[in-house]
């Protein structure tokens, strides 16, 4: 019955990845980054979920390559005459334990509303794929499964999850930030003070401004409500949100 839940996509994705040793097993790396790559693949192509919950297309590339594991794998058949292997694997998302306890909280206390946000988003036992690999005539290996359903949307669960578990111990963390080259102003000084507050401290010659605004997490936003600038950062970048334009700023 779990297979059936995970795979009720009619639709079985295709993908070929060049495979110079000819390993065409259900176990070797090269058919794993074969599978991962049409996941990769079936999110791409996956636009207006993306869009309404605003999921980067190469940040969720990332995260199927550091979080979704295929574990469990079994060998259901193999033809070593036509070179190709039924397999069935389990995916699980290898995500950090606080994480799991968070999962726990929302299944513990979230009632029936928690119920289905676990039962459409989530994958807490993992999700159960079968999938054929056959080396063809030129040595590539093709790969043949069924498609995730609702990956996007797990992803982002995940990734929300992640994001809050990462940014919860940042009290007391100071960041600098100075325009990038080209671009006139002063540096911006962001001081995590609780866990979804922070300082923005702005120094232009003898001129400052200190702002106090809520933070976001999932996002990375910073907004401000006492009408200044509103902000957003990812890893090297600050892009200051003002009336007169966008300015982007970078780590000092």
Known sequence: MKI???LISIL????FFSC????????SKISKNTLKGIWKDDVKKN?????IYGLNVDDAI???DEYMEIEQVRTLSKDETIKKCECAAKVVFNIPSEVKESISKINN????????ILENFSAEEGIDIKYNIQETEDGDIYAETYLIDNLSLKIVFYKN?????????????VILWTPIEGVSGGDYTMKFIENNKVEMRYKYFDFEHTDFVDYYPESNRLISKGGWE???????????EDKEGDYTYKRK
Not at 21 to 26: A, L, R
Not at 162 to 172: A, D, E, P, W
């Open 4 to 6: 059936l839940k995970f």
């Open 12 to 15: 079985i994705f295709v993908i």
């Open 20 to 27: 110079g040793n000819k390993n065409y097993s259900c176990n």
């Open 47 to 51: 636009e207006f979920t993306n869009q």
């Open 62 to 64: 990332s995260f199927i």
């Open 109 to 116: 206390d979230g009632g029936l509303f928690g119920q289905a």
């Open 161 to 173: 999850l992640i994001s809050k578990y990462k940014n919860s111990n940042r009290k007391g963390e």
């Open 230 to 240: 509103q902000f957003k950062f990812k890893d090297e970048f600050l892009i200051v």
